[in-house]
């Protein structure tokens, strides 16, 4: 077995979730070489939206954007964000992929501000960019993230993007549409879901030589466990072999 | 504190932009519809077309397709009390912000350049109070502008529901008449004025974008109620009519135009050059430190006549030949 690091891990994690013929709404970074790995390894009829308004390229290398050349190469259509996102609201998007700089245990995302002052943030980060529509729009929403407890935390500063809010049925309270929301979490150290009953996140899948207790001590909030906790499968070596000689290259998301 | 978001009812900060549908009528109905040419410099169209406190959206995706030229002289001319669309934005909005050009925006991304990381002159600037701020998410100001382009005073969606980026805006919930669903009501935007760079136009201002993706361009052309319009390629006006698809802005839009060869520079212009890497880099170095962005903007901007020498500054022709072999993948072994 070929040794990897966590962002390796990521990736070839992140790929297997997508299924043939599936249409997935694209970030930059960890996203789009998990986008690109699962196009090349067991899914080639994956189908990548990015929001600027391109649709399934036939990527020749990684984007550094989603906007740039890349993203429209060989592509069916390079259209509007308009028509990408008006996509996502009648349906038809599966996926998503999304990061934050803070998560909380119903899956809500900030990506906006840390601090009390909105108008003198203590630090201002980016903002929702798409993130709050994809997560409002698409079917399922899965969050890549490295974990730990500043990361992982009771209750983020800004709900910037919806998880399930404050627990099941708010999200259709509040009038987002029905049967969407989080889905996964995928991190350096496990692969998280969420509860039916209660949707908070569960460890469903630990990585390889990592135990609850590590999890739960890079943790801000108490995690469920779920009943039948299963071992990731660690990056074969053919993931690996794609990932760094056809996906990554340069090194760009991987590191390497 | 998560609570009292999932019922309110509107979002509490400021509505930069009047969405008055007849107001925007009353503008557009005075709007010239002559076809002339429109043609002219860099200079004269920020002159003529941009004004201290008016409020601007400026086309491509930050740092794809961007209007540069046109960036850097208002910077250079000093215009104050800018309003902005910080939509899909990044070395755009950095521009205006870090400079002080800047005191109102309504952000869906901004100070971040995408996996390069983010810009200190930026962040200062929109942590301070100097900038109001009210925040939407990229789609919400893509619709907004849509809403804009339709002659509408809203639009109904099912975005922001439910967040902070709700509370934080300026949108309001609606009751659906068909079928009492709750939706959110984006305003309309009418920017004061829109900037957007191009391959193609002629001297009329009909343009085309042949290559890459077009963002909101369509409906940010039609909202605004002055349109510059910056082209790698001025082309002759049968070349429209011989191929009326490719027409993605229609002359009515545009107010000015301008040629401006590798005019998106450091941003990817798709199908013609990529970023310039190397000097993202040194920018996002440089204006680490307030020293730094005084000396960056001394340089590149005030230190330099116009934009043909800010190219010569940054590398030359030969430079932008080596970005145009990345964008072509000229030299690369696959695509």
Redesign the interface.
Known sequence: MTDFNSLELLVCVGSRMLEDNSTVFVG??VPMAATMLAQKLHSPNVIPI?????VAP?L??LP??????R????ALI?????DV?ETC?RGMVDYTFLGGAQIDMYG?LNS?MIGDN????????????????LA??CWKTIVITPMDDRRFVE?VD?????GY??GKG??E?????EGTGPYKVITNLCILGYDDDTCRMMIESLHPGVTVEKVKENCGFELLVAENLEETHPPTDEELRILREEVDPDG??IGR | ???E???LTEGQ?ELFVDPDPDHARAFFKNKNRAMVNKVTTVEQAVTTFVHDGDYLAVG?????RIPSAILYEIVRQGKRNLGMA?H?SIYDSDLLASTGCMDRCD??????Y???G?SASA?KA????AI??T??????L??RF?AGAMGLSFIP?????????FQ?SAAK?ITCPFTG????ALPALYPDCGIIHVHEADAYGNCRIP?????????LARASKKLIISCERLIPHDEIRANPQATIIPYWCVDAVVEVPYGSHPG?M??EY??D?DFFKMYLDTVKTVEGTEGFYKDYVHGVRDYGEYLEKIGGVAKMRELRAI?K?IY?N??
């Open positions: 930059t970074g990015f929001e600027a308004g391109a036939l020749p290398a550094i954007s989603v906007g740039d050349s993203t429209s190469h060989k390079a259209s509007t964000m308009n996102m609201q809500n906006t909105y108008q003198e943030p203590k630090v201002r980060f980016p903002g929702s960019g798409g993130a709050n529509d409002s729009l209750q800004f709900i910037t993007t919806p809010l404050t708010a999200r309270a509040a009038g987002l549409p760009y998301i | 504190m998560y609570d978001l999932i019922g900060e491509g995706f930050g740092h794809v910080g899909t952000i869906s991304y901004v100070i971040g995408e996996i390069r983010l962040r929109f942590q301070s109070k109001r701020k925040d939407w998410s990229n789609c919400a893509a619709w849509a969606s099912r975005n922001l529901l439910g967040t902070n980026t934080r919930t669903k709750t939706f959110a290559e890459g993706i077009l963002v909101s361009d369509p409906q990817n798709p199908g990529w970023f890497e964008d993948l690369a696959h695509g």
